[in-house]
């Protein structure tokens, strides 16, 4: 239809024909040459007026205007670069800011997994775990009879699926020579089927690899591209873990990370059944791996809901089977016991990350709000502002015929321009600050805006777009077209209404900016108290990382520590070297029930109360320095036919054993299989994290339990902690060539992984802060500049009737002042109930906290001196006569 | 106010009537513009003078809605000329445009004919 559009030419020549023809007939009539010429131009009327007519029926008149009205935005921004560049930064922090927060909380929280009908999965969640079991995770977790019994089930889903990492951190990997470290799950057979992840290449498991324990891997996508180059001839090669072999038979889609929260899996293999290929990478207990240890709850599974299947139909069902499942390998529940409750949820976000990032994020989402607010009326006054002086220009406009739409559509083809640059600046802050964020965060999922929050900036810019080509229109149309005769610059422009407007949007971003600055203040004081904690030890000079031998025995798995111990200690630069299960600092941590004196330990109130443990090499405490306040620290004569020796804290001292010695008393498993001696408390110190508070705690000697496999190797070296790791990684090499040092790092990086939610928003928020305060500023200054420059006629009166200097510099600032203050008063209550909000996040930082309080006001007021300085100074180097001579 | 009701309704009538007139000419076989002009003014007995701008916007608002299609030919005396020809739609749409007009003019004629005018009828 518009491609085969008449041309204005075609018609124009259809009228000229027509004059030719009627000029022939009227000659045939009789008519002179000359006379049937202007006849037939006669007849035909005003040929223009119809082709004009023509044109505006056929084209798009409209988007002609448009683009008009466009170029000549592009003209009159391009007259004031400054404005423009104001305007469209200002405008792309705040979208920016909006968006980076938003794609965050888009694929932490709401973001639906990379696979078909995403919607019918669901996580399974469990209130518990049952009396007499270990857990990974109390609500995740669950054991592997209880997931045999549930993918059993017929009806409520059509698929169960089960998955567990291969460590808590990394394993060792080795394709052709060199031994890496990468992130591998060992998932169901229905991983890939009941998913529905397609694959790229190759072909995923199913229920008969999950049966055979199949030695074949599919890797991701990602991982493929990073290790193996996209080699297209990947499937069929071998790909050896923890020195077992695998076939690699597929490579997963793109998109597709694995279902580790906040992790991106490299690869899968079907359930093993292997001692080397614990789930979580513990070592067997008694030999038992988690398939055969049904009190040990470390799956987690997701499920595919039947079609039509609603998530309470599918509870319903699979609650009977599961507490059944739950108490195999238990017998009967325990008297009084509340047996755990199944639930569903959707499979959405990070799954169980969602809880500890979704408060902080909500936080966040708020304070960018208002980093926006502030933004969006920034900008919007300084178009007011620089409207209000080209009102000679809109005044000419209306008195030569232009319509007020006219000046609106000009004011929002303007606005369009603004948004439109603004926009793109802000979709590319957002995708380098999603980035930077993930890596700040440490989380590997990508966290880069996808549709949905393409949508949610589109909003705010349609939003912004309109705000800014409304908001000046009423200062453009105030002055009407009778201002253009007006010849008095000075009674021009005092014509234009007072800026109550403007000022009331200047305190309302003081009382903004108090806010974001109260809530940087509390957050980052909470980020150094954190920072500053002491962690009863003395990490610095302390350097960690991970080892996974192949371990065919108990007593050759000892025998490689020992030397590996003894290589490290005798390293150059090496102070002294130490072992540890669960590397602290991991946010990890082993809690049992334990026997003391044979006696369950009991809370005050009776309860039975968890403890943590960790098992350790000889030289631990003395290692990490932590003081020993009784007995001594294991040694190399701790050895397997050595006593059995344990070490508690005085936490577990001062529960357990209230005002007596501990020394020499036994402590033993809950089953009573293990029994030590104590023979050490030390004092309490950090363990899992930085903001934990003391538990009762003990240790054990590595080479005296019955179990041993992946480890944590603890160094403290004499300088930098880092330099030692290239001859630390020879020494390795020269034990076992296949061993990679799995991350390492310092003690201090360790630790601070536990604190690294906290120091990223608190690093935002402080970001936030300084962004408003830099808005607010800018805001200001726009503002004052643009009132100074409006009286200059009245500031030259007032000197010349003998005003001062110093006079006119403080009528501005006091005008500022007054505006900070008034800002502060509705700002500071304000801020107390965003903090009382904020307090759970808090760490030795009360909501009220004085010195916070005290620099947000102190802020405020700066800025509003500093941004009222330029303008005053201006106003009072204003010359009189100057001035005056401009009437 | 019933004259100013009037007006306006004659505008949009003989807009209207335009087409009708157009569609009219066309109906045995092709002619150009200016012979469409010419038929109506002439077989009108000179009554209408045709706008020949507005008969031009009218031809082209009739071939958008393909009530007539357009090519470019050569006129009997070897000039060339645009020339419209009625489609199937457009001699549907003559006959009811045609019909409607008769059954507009005979109302209105009806009402012409009676005696006294509609004031004094309701009076």
Known sequence: MIGRKRSAKDFAEEIKAHIELEADELRQEGLSDEDAQRKAHITVGNARLAEERYYRRTHWVWLENLVRDLRLGVRSLLQSPGFALTAIVTLALGVGANTAVFSVMNSVLLAALPVEHADQLVYLRTTNSPKGTGTVDSRDTFSYPVYDALRKQGGAMSAVIAFAPLSTSKVAVRYGKDPEQAEGDMVSGTFFSGLGVRLMRGHGFTAQDEADHAQVTVISYGYWKRQFASNPEVLGTTLYVNGVAFTIVGVSAEGFEGLEPGKSTDFWIPLPNNPALNAWGNPPEDGKIYLRKPTWWCLRLIGRLSPGMTKSQAVARMQPLFQRAAYVGLGEPMKGERPPVLSLEDAKGFGSFSESYGRPLHMLMGMVALVLLIALTNVAMLLMARNATRQREFSMKLALGASRGDLLKQLLAESVLLVTAGGLLAWGFALAATRALATWAQIESSLAPDKTVLLFTLGILALAGILFGVAPLRVALASGPALAVKTNAATSRTDAGKSRMGRTIVALQMALCVVLLVGAGLLIRTLRNLENTPLGMNVSGLAVFGVNPHITSLEQGREFYRQLIDALRVLPGVESATLMEERIGSGWSDNSYFKVDGKLARDADGHATLVRNNVVGPDFFTTLQVPILEGRDFTDSDSANAPHVGIINEEFAKRFFPGINPIGHILGTENGEYQMRIVGVVKDHKYRSIDEEPMPMAWYDYAQIPVVGQMSVELRAHGAPLAILPSVRMAVRQLDPNLPLIEPMTQRAQFDTTISNQMLFARLAGFFGLLAVVLVATGLYGTLSYRVNMRTAEIGVRMALGAQRGQVIWMILRDSLLLAAIGIAAGVPLAMMVGNALESSLYGVKALDVMSYTLAVLGVVLVALFASTLPATRAASVEPLQALRTE | ?123
Do not use: C
């Not at chain 2, 045995?28 to 020949?52: E, K, M, N, Y």
């Not at chain 2, 008969?55 to 000039?79: C, D, P, T």
């Not at chain 2, 409607?100 to 004094?120: K, M, N, S, Y």
């Open chain 2, 1 to 123: 106010m019933a004259t100013r009701e009037n007006n306006s309704d004659r505008i949009a009538l003989l807009q209207g009537t335009l087409d009708l007139l157009i569609l009219k000419s066309l109906v045995f076989g092709p002619v150009h513009g200016q012979g469409v002009a010419r038929a109506i003014q002439r077989q009108s007995d000179d009554v209408f003078l045709v706008d020949h701008g507005s008969l031009y916007v009218a031809l082209q608002r009739l071939e958008e809605k393909k009530w007539i299609r357009a090519k470019w030919g050569v006129s009997e005396n070897n000039r060339k000329a645009r020339f419209y020809q009625l489609t199937a739609k457009g001699r549907e749409q003559l006959a009811e445009k045609t019909s409607e007009w008769r059954r507009l003019t005979h109302a209105v004629e009806r009402i012409l004919d009676v005696p006294h005018g509609p004031e004094t009828e309701e009076a």
